[in-house]
């Protein structure tokens, strides 16, 4: 398989870093980013010189325009970008969710999103190739009570992915992904002890990488989700 240049956001743990780990590993070259300096620096030593750690908060668009320009200048256009990176809310009716929670939760999720899209895409238009797979959930799909700013920005990823996809010309794709129910610190916040029944970060990378690989022009604007 020829080796891709993939960007994937919120790379420091749970399904980032799963992705990051197995990409690298078939051969993908990595750029990836997290707010944690002393993450990006663990992974970076990880993955080894071909691949790029970056110290990035997703929702300072400034951040993010700096990373995209630094990698297009290097390396040109990727061919996949993941935007992983997420947060939830702790759960909480509503109306009792605090406005600095809900409001870095809107910053990450969906100006983040906007923020990687604005600064990559249009180097990836002028070759008029690549992939955008924008993290859904299946609470982007749904609802359940006590994490309704999560669903909230979730539903909008899948909006604002089907709208982009009827943007793009013939050749590209924009995807919204539901990557499945996956053990990993957020689901811990919601489920607790019984998180630890579903399948690990690691487990679902050896699903997903295939997957996230095979994704093409053809299924543009389709919502998507990992297999089980």
């Known amino acids: 398989m020829t080796s891709k240049r993939i960007v994937i956001t919120g790379v420091s743990r749970g399904l980032g870093r799963a ?12 750029w990836g980013c997290t707010r944690s300096p002393a993450a990006a620096a663990e992974l970076s030593q990880q993955l080894g010189t071909s691949h790029h750690v970056a110290v990035v908060d997703v929702a300072d668009d400034e951040q993010v325009r700096l990373w ?6 290097q390396a040109g256009p990727p061919d996949l970008v993941l935007n992983n ?4 809310n702790e759960p909480a009716s509503t109306w009792e969710v605090p406005v600095a929670e809900f409001d870095r939760l809107i910053d990450i999720n969906i100006k983040g999103t906007a923020n990687v899209i604005r600064h990559f895409l249009p180097a990836m238009l002028a070759r008029r190739q690549g992939i955008i797979v924008n993290f859904s959930s299946g609470w982007g799909r749904s609802t359940s009570p006590e994490v309704g700013p999560y669903c909230a920005s979730k539903w909008a990823i899948e909006g604002l992915t089907r709208s982009l996809a009827q943007e793009l010309p013939s050749g590209m794709a924009a995807i919204p ?6 053990h990993t ?22 699903r997903a990488v295939p997957y996230l690989l095979s994704l093409n022009s053809r299924h543009n604007g389709q919502p998507a989700t990992v297999p089980s």
């Open 19 to 30: 992705m990051a780990e197995d990409f690298a590993a078939s051969g993908h070259e990595v």
């Open 68 to 73: 995209a320009a630094e990698r297009l200048a």
């Open 177 to 182: 992904l539901n990557p499945g129910i996956i």
């Open 185 to 206: 610190e957020m689901l811990e916040q919601c489920f607790g002890e019984a998180a630890k029944s579903y399948p690990s970060s690691q487990a679902w990378a050896r």
């Open 85 to 88: 990176a997420g947060v939830i």
